[in-house]
């Protein structure tokens, strides 16, 4: 028995390509710059709305206000007419203003969550991994945008329940699901730009209720820009706000719009809100 042949396991390792081995034992090279990029910025959005599973009575309560916006005043001044709209309704124009107003207002105190975060150690921690910061505040801003894309479905459908003649075109949808996030995105880099540098939260509610009535106000969301008095109309030029309410008008209602400018600005401004925010959040998280 001692002198039987030992099997064919030293041919058979012999055999084996030495290229399986060094895979084996080299870890493959890590993706960097913007191949990661999507695929962080998708993560860290679906960890911010994760939250949404624990607590929804935010999206509740906020849909309180745009119902009012339009049951109360929308329907009062359309009686009134004493807002020229174009020929349409008045609350088919203030319909379109009440979805960016509820986004503008979700997004606009988004800091404040980040500041928790800081005060919790979970920024700092996120800090620390290979994520580039852009993805880090691109994942918080989108996340925000699909907050406020879900308050803009409450709106819509009760702006439907009341008459509003909006229209239904998937692709046209589409877009107004886009302007909804871009806007979005803006406003919440926007107070994350903030909060980097007033690194309070009591500061941070102060400047945000001091700032979201009068972009609101100063915007088109109510009255159309020309019976502005000048220098309000020059505000309201530079006014992001503006631009999503106009593209909104466009999509929902067929209005006369300036598309191609108003997603134009849009998109300028939501990567402008994200490389002034990501410059500012290594200060936020000393």
């Known amino acids: 028995m001692s002198g039987a042949p030992a099997g064919r396991r030293p041919d058979s ?3 084996v390509d030495p290229a399986r081995f060094e895979l084996l034992l080299v870890p493959p090279r890590p993706r960097t710059g913007l191949r990661v990029l999507p695929s962080r910025v998708i993560a860290m959005c679906v960890v911010e709305l994760q939250k949404l599973r624990h607590d929804r009575t935010e999206l509740y309560t906020r849909a309180v206000q745009p119902a009012l916006w339009l049951l109360i005043f929308g329907e009062t001044f359309t009686h009134l007419r ?9 609350i088919d124009f203030l319909a379109p203003g009440i979805i960016a107003q509820s986004a503008m207002f979700i997004a606009i105190f988004y800091g404040i969550m980040i500041i928790w975060e800081r005060d919790a150690g979970i920024l700092t921690k996120l800090l620390v991994t ?15 945008g699909v907050k406020a894309l879900i308050q803009a479905l409450v709106v819509i459908l009760i702006a439907a ?18 302007v909804v996030i871009l806007g979005s ?21 102060g400047i945000g209720q001091a700032i ?7 915007s088109n969301a109510l009255y159309p820009v020309a019976i502005m008095p000048g220098w309000l109309q020059v505000v309201s030029r530079i006014n992001p706000l503006s631009y999503q309410v106009d593209a909104l008008r466009g999509l929902l209602l067929g209005t006369s719009s300036h598309l191609l400018l108003d997603f134009g600005v849009l998109i300028f401004a939501a990567a402008l809100g994200i490389t002034a925010a990501s410059s500012l959040l290594g200060r936020l998280a000393r």
């Open 13 to 15: 390792a012999e055999a």
């Open 82 to 90: 004493a807002i020229p709209t174009g020929g349409i309704p008045y």
């Open 130 to 144: 290979p994520t580039p910061r852009a993805a880090l505040i691109s994942g918080k801003a989108f996340a925000s």
């Open 161 to 178: 329940a009341l008459g509003v003649g909006l229209t239904w075109n998937p692709l046209k949808l589409l877009g107004v699901a886009v």
């Open 185 to 205: 995105a803006f406003f919440s880099c926007l107070s994350i730009t903030i909060a980097g540098i007033v690194l309070t939260r009591d500061r941070l509610m």
């Open 212 to 218: 979201t009535m009068p972009l609101f106000f100063a």
